[in-house]
C-alpha cells in the first residue's frame, strides 16, 4: 500500500515540474519573439546582427557593455554622449557621429 503513494506522488511532482517547465519555456519564446518585434519596429532601419549599417552590428552587444550603461544608451544616447560619458563618446566618434534615436 506504501508503495501505491509514494508512486502516485512522485508522478504528481513529475507531472507538476512538466507543466513549469512547459510554461517556462513558453514564457521564454514569448520573450523572445517579443524582442524580435522591437528589434524589426526600431532598431533594423540602422542595426543589422552580424554587419555594421548606419550602426554597429548588435550581436553579442549586451556582453560587450553593462546593462545599465546599455539601457541609458538607448534610452538616450545623445545625452549620455553630451553628459561627457568616455565610452559613449568613443562609440560616437567610432561611426562617424550619426546620431542614434533616443527610445525613452
Ligand atoms: C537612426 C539610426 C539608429 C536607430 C534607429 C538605432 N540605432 Fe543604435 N546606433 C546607431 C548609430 C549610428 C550607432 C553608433 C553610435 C553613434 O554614432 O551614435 C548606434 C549604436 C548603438 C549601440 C552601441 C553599439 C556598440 O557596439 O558600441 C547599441 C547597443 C545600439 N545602438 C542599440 C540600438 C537599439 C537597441 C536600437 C533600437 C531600440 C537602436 N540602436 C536603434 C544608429 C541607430
Keep these: 500500500m506504501k508503495k501505491v503513494g509514494n508512486h502516485k506522488s ?9 507543466i513549469t517547465l512547459t510554461i517556462s519555456l513558453n514564457a521564454f519564446s514569448q ?7 522591437i ?3 526600431n532598431c533594423a ?4 546582427l552580424d554587419a555594421k549599417s548606419t550602426g554597429p552590428a548588435l550581436r ?3 556582453a560587450k557593455y553593462d546593462k545599465e550603461w ?3 544608451w538607448i534610452k538616450n544616447s ?4 553630451k553628459s561627457g560619458d568616455a ?5 560616437f566618434e567610432e561611426n562617424n557621429k550619426v546620431a542614434m534615436t533616443a527610445f525613452p
Excluded: M, P, R, T
Design 78 to 81: 545623445g545625452e549620455l554622449i
Design 60 to 62: 553579442g552587444v549586451e
Design 39 to 41: 528589434f524589426n519596429a
Design 31 to 37: 520573450d523572445a519573439a517579443k524582442g524580435k518585434e
Design 70 to 72: 546599455l539601457y541609458k
Design 87 to 91: 565610452q559613449a563618446v568613443k562609440v
Design 45 to 48: 532601419a540602422c542595426h543589422k
Design 10 to 18: 512522485f508522478s504528481k511532482i513529475f507531472f507538476s515540474l512538466a
